[in-house]
T-cell receptor
Framework: SQQGEEDPQALSIQEGENATMNCSYKTSINNLQWYRQNSGRGLVHLILIRSNEREKHSGRLRVTLDTSKKSSSLLITASRAADTASYFC?????????FGAGTRLFVKA | EAGVAQSPRYKIIEKRQSVAFWCNPISGHATLYWYQQILGQGPKLLIQFQNNGVVDDSQLPKDRFSAERLKGVDSTLKIQPAKLEDSAVYLCATGLGDSYEQYFGPGTRLTVT
């Protein structure tokens, strides 16, 4: 089974609202990454958070990591129609990178 | 900086035929990955190279799939013979090494009929 599991599977919000996606995983990790995929640009790396970090920011993105709960969250603030995409978490446990099934985000203009 | 190049972008073959995909990494990236992404799912790692050595191929169906990385640069992934369930997008990604972000190519969409 896949390491990371995103929740919710799908999310529909209005432009300007915040979007929160969660990722849970099973075993210890070195780092956790979030990627975005849309038809126009393919899979794009968003942010990497290492196991000794608790929070990282990049522009409108905020990622948290709770290793005790084996979970991470991705917050997109002030969402835009261009944020419509699938978002994947990917865990690196030192052997290989494992992607979850993704959260499909739809931002309505 | 040029991105990861993949070819072809699309391929349609009949079952039991063979097919090959090519990947050219970003210059200087030692790590190269091949993923299979079935519609509606996340990418599944098939094989990971560090330079021209295999780091992980535990999820590569070795009875039909093979991959090589020539001189630690370009890589090819081959399927022979193809099955209907091999229909997917095959993604190549490269990076500076383990625990670094991966840069993905546009993928090759394979349809097996």
């Amino acid at each position: 089974s896949q390491q990371g599991e995103e929740d919710p599977q799908a999310l529909s919000i209005q432009e300007g609202e915040n979007a929160t996606m969660n990722c849970s995983y099973k075993t210890s990790i070195n780092n956790l990454q979030w990627y975005r995929q849309n038809s126009g640009r393919g899979l794009v790396h968003l942010i990497l958070i290492r196991s000794n970090e608790r929070e990282k920011h990049s522009g409108r993105l905020r990622v948290t990591l709770d290793t005790s709960k084996k979970s991470s969250s991705l917050l997109i603030t002030a969402s835009r129609a261009a944020d419509t995409a699938s978002y994947f978490c990917a865990t690196d446990g030192g052997f290989k990178t494992i992607f979850g099934a993704g959260t499909r985000l739809f931002v309505k203009a | 900086e040029a991105g990861v190049a993949q070819s072809p972008r699309y391929k349609i073959i009949e079952k039991r035929q063979s097919v090959a995909f090519w990947c050219n990494p970003i210059s200087g990236h030692a790590t190269l990955y091949w993923y299979q992404q079935i519609l509606g799912q996340g990418p599944k790692l098939l094989i990971q190279f560090q330079n021209n050595g295999v780091v992980d191929d535990s999820q590569l169906p070795k009875d039909r799939f093979s991959a090589e990385r020539l001189k630690g640069v370009d890589s090819t992934l081959k399927i022979q013979p193809a099955k209907l369930e091999d229909s997917a997008v095959y993604l190549c990604a490269t990076g500076l090494g383990d625990s670094y972000e991966q840069y993905f190519g546009p993928g090759t969409r394979l349809t097996v009929t």
